[in-house]
């Protein structure tokens, strides 16, 4: 898609090279250390523990590469809309009020980052404090599996929250990234939803 005029170019700077390059290393680090591990014969639970560390390295840059382009295109399909309202001005009240919504729709999208943020670090925080709850009451040998399966999706829900975290601090500049960010967002409360549930059945 053709770049609009006046819209400035998209460049990759050093730190994108960097940042992909430094989540292709640790992904492979991970790897390699996976399979050292199960040669050695270590834990079963540690050389789990690390495949999915590698996977995780992966995932994370995949969402956070994706999440660059859908930025991208919602910057693009901003800034033709805005070209097209300049353009199809039809009087100076008209044209007015409409700048004055778009001003206004503006400062709503400049605070949502703010709000997603604020939100999933909530997220996160009440997530983490439940884990540490389980882990102070319960020992590892008397975990059920109910209450090892709370911990595990307690601890994917810290994981996704802490991506949307990463990824909306950059920015929310139109639908594509609303939607997406909402997605990481709902699959957050659905984690903490089914951890919770697992363990109120465990201890009732």
């Known amino acids: 898609m053709a770049v609009p005029q006046g ?18 290393v640790g992904t492979l680090l991970a790897a390699g250390a996976t399979a050292f591990l199960a040669v050695l014969g270590a834990e079963v639970s540690l050389v789990v523990a690390t495949g999915v560390l590698s996977g995780f390295i992966c995932f994370f840059f995949s969402i956070q590469a994706w999440w660059g382009r859908i930025s991208r295109q919602d910057k ?11 353009a199809a001005g039809r009087g100076r009240l008209r044209s007015g009020g409409r700048r ?3 001003a206004s729709t503006q400062r709503t999208d400049d605070k949502l980052p703010g709000i997603v943020t604020t939100g999933a670090g909530l997220a996160v925080t009440v997530q983490g404090v439940v884990l540490g709850f389980i882990f102070a009451f319960f020992k590892g040998g008397d975990m059920t599996s109910t209450v090892k399966v709370a911990v ?11 991506l949307l975290v990463n990824v909306a601090s950059i920015s929310i500049p139109g639908r594509r990234t609303r939607k997406f960010a909402s997605l ?19 201890v009732m």
């Open 76 to 86: 693009e399909e901003n800034a033709v809309q805005a070209a097209v309202l300049r």
């Open 7 to 24: 819209q400035p170019q998209q460049h990759h700077d050093a730190w994108t090279h960097l940042l992909g390059w430094a989540s292709l």
């Open 152 to 162: 595990t999706s307690l601890a994917f829900g810290v994981a996704i929250g802490l």
């Open 100 to 102: 004055t919504r778009k």
């Open 184 to 202: 990481l967002f709902t699959v957050t409360m659905w984690t903490f939803t089914y951890g919770l549930t697992c363990l109120v059945s465990a």
